[in-house]
């Protein structure tokens, strides 16, 4: 298994460019989720999808916009990139129980520049 | 105030010491708690989780849980330089929320 997998791994983009951040897990998992993460600031999400056809805005929605292709995908895109977009991003996915224990397992990141 | 708050750091001991990191969080009706490493360039990686409240150990973690005090701490015993990395507390707030909301982490280097 691979786990969750991220593309790419690095980018750089110029202001006002627009790009789309890749995520797939092959474990079967129903919940996922996209992250960033600045230094000092710890990981605050952007959007998750609790389950296969919905999606909801997270801490940090604006900016973005998602889509959960399938249940194994989960992208995040730019439409417009700014400066302050530069981060580590960083997909996660779970098997969702309510109430109950709910590991997050994370893929490798992208290092996104936005110059 | 934060929804999880937790020291920055960096916290040093001596390898072999005792490193002991906090968190706190908002919500008092959160029920799951969890703590994450992450070194420094990867992604982060659960090393121990927690409902109840009291101690749960697993080998060389052990991570405490006081509901009523809204803290949640990690202790690591006989530290060595390979747990050198940034621990970050996350929460599942409230009772029946499907979010974590992660600390900003706190730094620890164990020095040999």
């Known amino acids: 298994n691979a786990g969750v997998t991220q593309t790419p791994k690095f980018q750089v983009l110029k202001t006002g460019q627009s790009m789309t951040l890749q995520c797939a897990q092959d474990?079967?998992?129903?919940?996922m989720y996209w992250y960033r993460q600045d230094p000092g600031m710890g990981l605050r999400l952007i959007y998750y999808?609790?389950?296969?056809?919905?999606?909801d805005k997270g801490e940090v929605p604006n900016g973005y916009n998602v889509s959960r292709l399938n249940k194994r995908e989960f992208s995040l895109r730019l439409e417009s990139a700014a400066p302050s977009q530069t981060s580590v991003y960083f997909c996660?996915?779970?098997?969702?129980?309510?109430?109950?224990?709910?590991?997050?397992?994370f893929g490798p990141g992208t290092r996104l520049t936005v110059l | 105030q934060k929804e999880v708050e937790q020291n920055s750091g960096p916290l040093s001991v001596p390898e072999g010491a005792i490193a002991s990191l906090n968190c706190t969080y908002s919500?008092?009706?959160?029920?799951?708690f969890f703590w994450y490493r992450q070194y420094s360039g990867k992604s982060p990686e659960l090393i121990m989780f927690?409902?109840?409240?009291g101690d749960k150990e697993d080998g060389r973690f052990t991570a405490q849980l006081n509901k009523a005090s809204q803290y949640v701490s990690l202790l690591i015993r006989d530290s060595q330089p390979s747990d050198s990395a940034t621990y970050l507390c996350?929460?599942?707030?409230?009772?029946?929320?499907?979010?974590?909301?992660f600390g900003a982490g706190t730094i620890l280097r164990v020095k040999s």
């Open positions: 996660a996915s779970t098997y969702q129980i309510a109430g109950g224990y709910n590991e997050q397992f």
């Open positions: 474990m079967n998992h129903n919940s």
């Open positions: 999808s609790a389950s296969e056809g919905t999606t």
């Open positions: 919500d008092r009706g959160s029920q799951s």
């Open positions: 927690i409902y109840s409240n």
């Open positions: 996350a929460v599942i707030l409230g009772e029946y929320g499907n979010k974590l909301v």
